[in-house]
């Protein structure tokens, strides 16, 4: 077996991940990898003898094994809370709210930026907010007061055009990622932190923090009132901050393979990934709460998942498996 490294030495940092461990997967397949757009790995085909299938980056899908439809339906939180309610699958519920008059007359009322404020205050004026079709973390946060609602719907809708409200849960968070039946991997998510130095604040340390989030394209953190007066403490060198809120790998947070205590996680995630037709599925639950009295609860269901965690797992093994799975599904090997 080749080494991954390879595949990915004198790529630059915007280049896929995904278009490496394609190349890297045909290598190992005995398939033709082409790419098509100059080198920068959006677009590229993977030939066997007799069929060609092309992948690109982007909102492109890098599971064509996922129906449209599916893959669709799961990438709307609001939608995806409801098949998964309807199959008996705990979810974090919440309610759906656009943030833009455009197409209002294409939907049922109680849905506006109105309406949202109305269903915070039957939240007790806090809630987790996230955007309903959003990704990688971006402007997924707590909001603790109207005020800080409203700040919310004002900066995402310039990006935006819809958002999830929920009422704010917490327990361990897990990814079950499943191809068919199958559990590839779990692993627990952490929340991102900062570094002390000796020398900056918190608050100074989450400024350079939060350029390096907005050059990778997403929102900045956003703390709540009672972390407020803690940002102006110094942290002595080494020592680590828990940035509270999100915990995607994009957005800073840190992923490691460990497996829930229960199977009945691993259970769970099967019946939503069956329950939104999906062969190749990361199921982000709640699991291990406080003595175990908290339901396992589905967060969301992510049908275009990110595999970086395996490369930095060094289990360059699963991420041919994950490929050749696609490989298989769409005809380039035989099953």
């Not at 403490?233 to 809120?245: C, N, Q, T, Y």
């Not at 490369?311 to 360059?316: I, L, V």
Request: proline share 4%; aromatic share 8%.
């Amino acid at each position: 077996m080749r080494d991954l490294r390879e595949f990915r030495a004198g790529k630059p940092r915007c280049y896929p991940d995904q278009t490496v461990y394609a190349e890297y997967a045909c290598a190992e397949s005995g398939l033709v990898f082409r790419d098509l757009d100059g080198g920068t790995g959006l677009l590229f085909s993977v030939a066997s003898q007799t069929r060609r299938i092309h992948f690109g980056a982007g909102r492109c899908s890098w599971y064509p094994q996922n129906n449209a439809t599916a893959a669709r339906l799961a990438s709307d939180k609001y939608f995806t809370s409801l098949i998964l309610e309807d199959a008996g699958v705990a979810t974090l519920g919440g309610e759906y709210f656009f943030l833009h008059e455009r197409h209002r007359a294409h939907r049922p009322a109680g849905h506006e930026c109105e309406d949202a404020v109305r269903y915070f205050t039957t939240l007790g004026a806090t809630a987790f907010v996230k955007p309903l079709s959003g990704s990688r973390g971006d402007f997924a946060q707590v909001v603790d007061s109207e005020a800080s609602l409203l700040r919310y719907l004002g900066e995402v809708s310039k990006y935006y055009d819809s958002i999830l409200m929920q009422k704010v849960a917490s327990g361990t968070e897990y990814r079950v990622f499943l191809l068919d039946d199958e559990v590839v991997y779990t692993a627990r998510k952490y929340p991102p932190s900062v570094v002390g130095d000796g020398v900056g604040s918190i608050r100074e340390l989450l400024t350079t923090h939060n350029t390096a989030l907005q050059a990778r394209g997403l929102s900045p953190v956003s703390l709540t009132a009672d972390n407020a007066t803690t940002l102006d403490a110094v942290l002595p060198k080494g020592e680590r901050w828990e940035i509270p809120g999100r915990m995607n790998l994009s957005a800073g947070g840190m992923m490691v393979l460990e497996a829930p205590r229960s199977d009945a996680a691993l259970t769970l995630a099967r019946k939503a990934a069956r329950a939104l037709d999906l062969r190749v599925a990361a199921v982000d639950l709640f699991a291990d709460g406080d003595g175990d009295q908290q339901p396992i609860r589905v967060i969301e269901v992510n049908a275009n998942p990110s595999i970086r965690l395996l490369e930095g797992s060094n289990r360059s093994d699963l991420i041919l498996k994950i490929w050749h799975h696609t490989f298989s599904a769409t005809g380039l090997l035989g099953v």
